[in-house]
């Protein structure tokens, strides 16, 4: 019951913000009527790009999330290694994924099955930052030009942070130095 | 409709239609999940729409590209990406707000900084992180993400 009323709570909130949101700018806008224009003319027009964009995103979320099950991930991010490795766990993360934090548990168990560390910040961070409807959004607010060099950019640096982290966990945790 | 738009939405009719040919059920539960994640995204994004126009009908472009215009140089920078690092908004909705910036003079170099820490750096979402991947592996990885955020901004400043 407890529980349920948390999430209830939780559900609501957002909700809650919008409104203190609105009534906000439904002051604002009465106040400085002069302002009105302007501030309906950019809300209406994003409503309309944000409406394009949001249900595609969703829908392509929602089939990855049935076709392709936690258990399938585990198994080819578990099992792959080196260049592979790296390689499955960006695509991994490219893909339609959910929010950052549903990519915690399973990397949890990633790590507790014994899957490169490297392999796994990169599948979070790719996760987090690279994805295919997500750079298809970009391109819609901030140009193909600002999505290109954003995603290069992240690609390189999300697996040089990998490599280091994996460095910097296997250092502490093995006093042997690794041979690899 | 621009023509990424265009895309998503070509993309995602294609594997509806590839998905629901192949077995109707999970297609359907897939149509579920999405509605069920539409239906919780939609205040912020709603939000979001509501804070667009109020920033462009509002705040004048002079205080913006002061505090993350070009002219602001690394502390604008440090500036979007800490607001980034503490801001929890899903990115597909940021990038609107994050375009509008843009429009509004602040420096593709800050904007960068804030999508990017905004994607990979979880304040809010931390503690969970620490509780299931250690507190080594959860402190390095949202400090190095911070670090790298803000040298990706400062590339893309030189660069574009």
Redesign the interface.
């Known amino acids: 019951m407890r529980r349920r009323n948390e999430r209830s709570k939780s559900a609501v909130r957002p909700w809650v913000l919008l409104g203190v949101i609105l009534a906000v700018a439904v002051v604002l806008v009465i106040t400085f009527p002069g302002r009105g224009q302007a501030t309906r003319a950019a809300s209406g027009r994003f409503l309309v790009e944000m409406a394009a964009v949001l249900p595609a995103a969703m829908i392509l979320m929602g089939l990855f999330a049935v076709w392709v099950s936690k258990d399938t991930v585990t198994k080819l991010l578990g099992q792959a290694s080196g260049v592979k490795g790296i390689a499955f766990a960006l695509l991994l993360g490219a893909m339609p994924n959910g929010p950052l934090y549903a990519a915690f548990p399973l990397a949890a168990e990633l790590l507790k099955k014994g899957a490169r560390v490297s392999n796994v910040v990169i599948l979070l961070s790719a996760w987090a930052c690279v994805s295919i409807p997500q750079e298809l959004v970009e391109m819609q607010f901030l140009g193909v030009k600002f999505m290109a060099v954003r995603l290069v950019l992240t690609i390189a640096a999300v697996v040089l942070m990998g490599l280091a982290m994996e460095r910097l966990v296997a250092r502490r945790q093995t006093s042997r130095p690794r041979t690899s | 409709?621009?023509?990424?738009?265009i895309?998503?939405?070509v993309?995602?009719?294609g594997?509806?239609a590839a998905?629901f040919f192949k077995d109707r059920t999970?297609?359907l539960?897939?149509?579920?999940?999405?509605?069920r994640?539409?239906l919780?995204?939609l205040?912020?994004?709603?939000?979001?729409?509501?804070?667009?126009?109020?920033?462009?009908?509002?705040v004048p472009e002079s205080l913006i590209s002061r505090t993350i215009g070009r002219g602001s140089g690394l502390v604008g920078i440090l500036v979007a990406a800490a607001v980034g690092a503490v801001l929890y908004i899903?990115?597909?909705?940021a990038?609107?707000l994050?375009?509008?910036l843009?429009k509004s003079g602040a420096s593709?170099a800050a904007?960068?900084a804030f999508?990017?820490t905004l994607?990979?750096v979880?304040l809010v979402?931390l503690p969970?992180?620490v509780e299931?991947?250690g507190k080594?592996?959860a402190l390095?990885?949202n400090a190095?993400?911070l670090v790298?955020a803000v040298?990706?901004a400062l590339?893309?400043g030189v660069?574009?």
Do not use: D, Y
């Not at chain 2, 205040?43 to 509002?58: R, Y």
């Not at chain 2, 899903?90 to 909705?93: A, E």
């Open positions: 409709m621009g023509l990424p738009a895309l998503i939405n993309l995602a009719l594997c509806l998905a999970r297609c539960h897939a149509l579920a999940i999405a509605a994640s539409f919780k995204i205040p912020m994004a709603l939000t979001v729409v509501v804070l667009v126009g109020l920033l462009l009908g509002f899903p990115s597909i909705v990038f609107p994050a375009g509008s843009v593709v904007v960068a999508i990017t994607t990979m979880g979402t969970l992180e299931l991947l080594r592996l390095s990885r190095m993400s790298l040298a990706i590339i893309m660069i574009l």
